[in-house]
Protein backbone atom coordinates (compact mmCIF):
# COMPACT_ATOMS: atom_id res chain seq x y z
CA UNK A 1 0.00 0.00 0.00
CA UNK A 2 1.42 3.17 -0.65
CA UNK A 3 0.25 6.99 -0.06
CA UNK A 4 -0.06 9.29 -3.55
CA UNK A 5 -0.68 12.72 -3.21
CA UNK A 6 -2.92 14.26 -5.24
CA UNK A 7 -1.71 17.46 -6.94
CA UNK A 8 -3.75 19.71 -8.72
CA UNK A 9 -4.18 17.87 -11.99
CA UNK A 10 -5.45 14.68 -9.91
CA UNK A 11 -7.63 17.03 -8.09
CA UNK A 12 -10.95 16.10 -10.33
CA UNK A 13 -10.12 12.46 -10.32
CA UNK A 14 -10.15 12.35 -6.33
CA UNK A 15 -13.21 14.53 -6.31
CA UNK A 16 -14.69 11.25 -8.84
CA UNK A 17 -13.72 8.99 -6.47
CA UNK A 18 -14.93 10.90 -3.50
CA UNK A 19 -18.15 11.01 -5.24
CA UNK A 20 -18.41 7.47 -6.25
CA UNK A 21 -17.50 6.61 -2.38
CA UNK A 22 -19.69 8.25 -0.77
CA UNK A 23 -22.93 7.45 -2.47
CA UNK A 24 -21.90 3.76 -2.56
CA UNK A 25 -21.54 3.81 1.64
CA UNK A 26 -23.39 6.23 3.03
CA UNK A 27 -27.19 5.91 1.98
CA UNK A 28 -27.92 3.24 5.13
CA UNK A 29 -26.99 6.50 7.56
CA UNK A 30 -27.97 9.88 5.67
CA UNK A 31 -30.73 10.65 2.99
CA UNK A 32 -29.76 11.08 -0.47
CA UNK A 33 -29.96 15.01 -0.62
CA UNK A 34 -27.26 15.26 2.44
CA UNK A 35 -24.94 13.02 0.55
CA UNK A 36 -25.47 15.28 -2.42
CA UNK A 37 -25.34 18.53 -0.17
CA UNK A 38 -22.02 17.01 1.76
CA UNK A 39 -20.13 15.73 -1.21
CA UNK A 40 -20.21 19.36 -2.80
CA UNK A 41 -19.66 20.90 0.20
CA UNK A 42 -16.69 18.97 1.11
CA UNK A 43 -15.68 16.79 -1.75
CA UNK A 44 -16.53 18.60 -4.85
CA UNK A 45 -13.01 19.36 -7.31
CA UNK A 46 -13.94 22.94 -6.05
CA UNK A 47 -14.13 22.24 -2.49
CA UNK A 48 -10.77 20.32 -2.14
CA UNK A 49 -8.57 22.77 -3.45
CA UNK A 50 -10.05 25.46 -1.67
CA UNK A 51 -9.12 23.42 1.41
CA UNK A 52 -5.73 22.67 0.16
CA UNK A 53 -5.24 26.70 -0.59
CA UNK A 54 -6.74 27.77 2.40
CA UNK A 55 -6.55 24.92 5.36
CA UNK A 56 -3.57 23.34 5.30
CA UNK A 57 -4.39 19.78 3.66
CA UNK A 58 -3.20 17.49 2.18
CA UNK A 59 -5.20 14.77 -0.14
CA UNK A 60 -3.44 11.03 -1.18
CA UNK A 61 -4.82 8.70 -2.95
CA UNK A 62 -4.84 5.35 -1.24
CA UNK A 63 -2.69 2.24 -3.75
CA UNK A 64 -3.10 -1.26 -3.39
CA UNK A 65 -1.77 -3.26 -5.63
CA UNK A 66 -1.40 -0.42 -8.42
CA UNK A 67 -4.88 -0.01 -8.08
CA UNK A 68 -6.52 3.53 -6.20
CA UNK A 69 -8.49 1.64 -3.54
CA UNK A 70 -9.46 5.06 -1.85
CA UNK A 71 -7.90 8.70 -0.41
CA UNK A 72 -7.27 9.92 2.82
CA UNK A 73 -7.22 14.24 3.86
CA UNK A 74 -5.51 15.43 6.12
CA UNK A 75 -4.76 18.38 7.73
CA UNK A 76 -1.76 19.70 9.63
CA UNK A 77 -3.07 21.95 13.18
CA UNK A 78 -0.76 23.28 15.85
CA UNK A 79 -0.65 20.32 18.27
CA UNK A 80 -1.92 17.33 16.04
CA UNK A 81 -2.65 15.37 12.81
CA UNK A 82 -6.75 15.81 11.81
CA UNK A 83 -7.46 12.83 9.56
CA UNK A 84 -10.82 14.19 7.70
CA UNK A 85 -11.08 11.97 5.46
CA UNK A 86 -10.10 7.90 5.31
CA UNK A 87 -12.35 6.55 2.64
CA UNK A 88 -11.84 2.82 1.15
CA UNK A 89 -13.53 1.37 -1.55
CA UNK A 90 -15.98 -1.11 -1.11
CA UNK A 91 -13.82 -4.05 -2.99
CA UNK A 92 -10.74 -3.14 -0.86
CA UNK A 93 -12.64 -2.65 2.85
CA UNK A 94 -11.66 -5.27 5.14
CA UNK A 95 -8.11 -5.87 4.01
CA UNK A 96 -6.21 -3.77 6.71
CA UNK A 97 -5.45 -0.59 4.08
CA UNK A 98 -6.95 1.62 7.05
CA UNK A 99 -4.43 0.67 9.62
CA UNK A 100 -1.76 0.88 6.94
CA UNK A 101 -2.76 4.13 6.16
CA UNK A 102 -2.70 5.32 10.48
CA UNK A 103 0.75 3.31 10.57
CA UNK A 104 1.88 5.61 7.88
CA UNK A 105 0.13 8.87 9.36
CA UNK A 106 1.64 7.70 12.74
CA UNK A 107 4.94 8.26 11.29
CA UNK A 108 4.57 11.96 10.63
CA UNK A 109 5.15 12.82 13.96
CA UNK A 110 2.84 14.31 15.31
CA UNK A 111 1.99 14.29 19.17
CA UNK A 112 -1.56 12.78 18.19
CA UNK A 113 -3.87 12.03 15.72
CA UNK A 114 -7.49 13.54 15.77
CA UNK A 115 -10.60 12.49 13.23
CA UNK A 116 -14.20 13.16 13.87
CA UNK A 117 -16.56 10.03 13.10
CA UNK A 118 -20.58 9.57 12.67
CA UNK A 119 -21.75 8.66 15.80
CA UNK A 120 -23.78 6.01 14.43
CA UNK A 121 -21.35 4.69 12.28
CA UNK A 122 -20.49 1.64 13.97
CA UNK A 123 -18.12 -0.37 12.22
CA UNK A 124 -15.86 2.40 11.45
CA UNK A 125 -16.03 3.61 15.24
CA UNK A 126 -14.78 0.27 16.29
CA UNK A 127 -12.02 -0.33 13.38
CA UNK A 128 -10.58 3.14 15.17
CA UNK A 129 -10.90 1.83 18.28
CA UNK A 130 -9.22 -1.76 17.21
CA UNK A 131 -6.28 1.04 15.67
CA UNK A 132 -5.92 2.66 19.74
CA UNK A 133 -8.26 5.94 19.04
CA UNK A 134 -10.07 6.52 21.97
CA UNK A 135 -13.95 8.89 22.03
CA UNK A 136 -12.73 12.08 23.86
CA UNK A 137 -15.82 14.22 22.86
CA UNK A 138 -18.78 14.75 20.99
CA UNK A 139 -20.32 17.34 18.83
CA UNK A 140 -23.15 18.58 16.54
CA UNK A 141 -22.13 20.55 13.46
CA UNK A 142 -24.77 22.62 11.71
CA UNK A 143 -23.12 22.22 7.98
CA UNK A 144 -26.40 24.12 6.43
CA UNK A 145 -29.24 23.51 4.37
CA UNK A 146 -30.91 22.09 7.71
CA UNK A 147 -28.17 19.22 7.82
CA UNK A 148 -26.05 18.60 10.84
CA UNK A 149 -22.92 16.68 11.28
CA UNK A 150 -23.34 14.22 14.48
CA UNK A 151 -20.04 13.11 15.39
CA UNK A 152 -17.40 11.50 18.10
CA UNK A 153 -14.39 13.14 17.92
CA UNK A 154 -11.81 10.59 18.59
CA UNK A 155 -7.64 10.60 19.01
CA UNK A 156 -4.68 8.58 19.11
CA UNK A 157 -1.86 9.54 21.22
CA UNK A 158 1.24 9.28 19.78
CA UNK A 159 3.54 10.73 22.29
CA UNK A 160 3.64 11.23 26.08
CA UNK A 161 3.72 15.40 25.33
Request: proline share 2%; with cysteine.
Amino acid sequence: MELIRAENDSIEKLAQLASEIWHEYWPCLLSDEQIEYMVEKFQSARAIKEQIKNDNYTYYFIVSEGEIAGYAGISDKKDYLFLSKLYIKKDFRHKGLGKLVIEKLKQMNFPKIQLTVNKYNKNTIDAYLKYGFKIVDSVVSNIGCGFVMDDYIMELPLSDN
